[in-house]
């Protein structure tokens, strides 16, 4: 049985253009983002609201080619196409967009992008290690919040930075135990739905009234799954999925390793855990906090990028996972690079078996890849002892 207070986040998306729209008339602007570089917290606390603009879904990306390469990440095309034939109702209702200089791909983009509508781009450094790349990220945050002030006419001082930063670490804090305890085979939620709650996130006007929702969800679910008896012999197979962004539209690996009889109980990608495992220092200065916090994402734009492994690291310990699963996109060159490095680790230091997958938006290659996740299901599934799902 579901719990009933799923329900809420099934339709988040399609309720948010309601809220956004009154939000607008009211007099309010809202900030269009494309990655989880773009600060939460400093873009609320100058009385804008963020939403994402990542495109998911394969139709947009005819139109992106007739601009665009074809030999660009589906990410990429989709995002662009998605604005430049005008169906993305959230772009739509965007007042202006965050770019970020992740990758060459993205960033040579939304030069196109900003002829379609005015266009902010940060700008990143390639490490997370030396003095000079936190200084140089330090500048470009100040530099975002002016931008932000000039914009909303509201200036995110100290004490909005950090009631911003409580909100967010809790809509953190209860994101992560939503997550866990939904990877309990006793919660009823499969791998899908738990990509779904994570989605919602970023398409929410009243952070704290979501927050609040989270709450919701995890007390019902911890309820459940106490009440709930333990499973005798074999459950499904518990998979790591690592990699490049996924959600509705884009899922198909997901759908596939469900439906070969396994589970993904963690997703470490840009959707998943990555951008709600490292909370905000919620004491000392809020704008240095933010900074910190935000330069040590773990993402393959920087090099090096250990942070990332550190993170599947934990995450394959706490979920007590089988299998770590890295899904790339085509032409995604910084994860296909990397995912050598990782495969190597995810082997030696962890012990567990690995599967690399490079695919697009399509259906065409979808037996290929069902042919390839049903042998590594086979050799990563074994029976184990039923247990806590995290420390």
């Excluded at 139709?59 to 995002?79: F, R």
């Excluded at 975002?144 to 914009?151: G, M, P, R, V």
Aim: charged share 25%; hydrophobic share 35%.
């Amino acid at each position: 049985m579901i719990p009933e207070s799923y329900k809420y986040f099934e339709s988040v998306s399609e309720r948010s253009i309601a809220d956004m729209e009154s939000w607008q008339d009211a007099g309010n602007l809202i900030a269009g983002i494309y990655c989880i570089y773009a600060p939460g917290e400093l873009i609320r606390a100058a009385g804008i609201v963020p939403v994402g603009l990542c495109g998911k879904k394969e139709a947009p990306i005819a139109h992106a080619e007739k601009v665009l390469p074809s030999t660009l990440c589906p990410l990429i095309k989709s995002s662009y196409g998605y604005a430049a034939s005008d169906t993305c109702p959230f772009f739509d209702v965007s007042d202006f967009v965050v770019g970020e200089t992740t990758c060459d791909g993205k960033k040579k983009m939304y030069e196109f992008l900003g002829r379609l509508k005015p266009l902010y781009l940060m700008h990143l450094p390639y490490d997370q290690e030396t003095e000079g790349a936190r200084a140089f990220w330090e500048s470009e945050l100040k530099r975002f919040s002016d931008f932000l002030h000039k914009q909303s006419g509201v200036a995110p001082t100290a004490q909005r930075l950090a009631n911003q930063i409580r909100i967010h670490n809790l809509m953190r804090r209860e994101m992560k135990e939503v997550v866990t305890l939904a990877a309990d085979p006793r919660s009823h939620l499969n791998s899908l739905q738990i990509m779904t709650i994570l989605e919602t996130k970023s398409f929410v006007v009243d952070l704290e009234g979501y927050a609040g929702k989270l709450t919701e969800l995890r007390i019902e679910l911890e309820e459940m799954v106490n009440r709930t008896p333990v499973p005798q012999g074999p459950i499904p197979c518990r998979v790591l999925l690592t990699g490049c962004p996924v959600g509705k539209g884009c899922d198909k690996v997901v759908q596939l390793i469900e439906e070969a009889g396994a589970a993904v109980v963690c997703m470490e990608n840009c959707t998943g855990m990555k951008s709600i495992l490292t909370p905000v220092e919620e004491n000392g200065d809020p704008f240095r906090s933010i900074v910190d916090r935000y330069l040590n994402i773990p993402c393959s734009c920087m090099t090096p990028n250990s942070k990332r492994m550190d993170s599947i690291r934990s995450l394959a310990r706490d979920f007590r996972v089988q299998g770590v699963i890295d899904m790339t996109w085509q032409f995604c060159h910084t994860y296909n690079i990397e995912s050598e490095i990782i495969e190597q680790e995810v082997q030696e230091t962890l012990e567990l078996p690995f599967l690399h997958l490079e695919t697009d938006y399509s259906s065409s290659d979808t037996e290929q890849l069902r042919t390839r996740i049903e042998a590594f299901l086979e050799i990563a599934s074994k029976e184990y002892a039923y247990g806590p799902t995290m420390n």
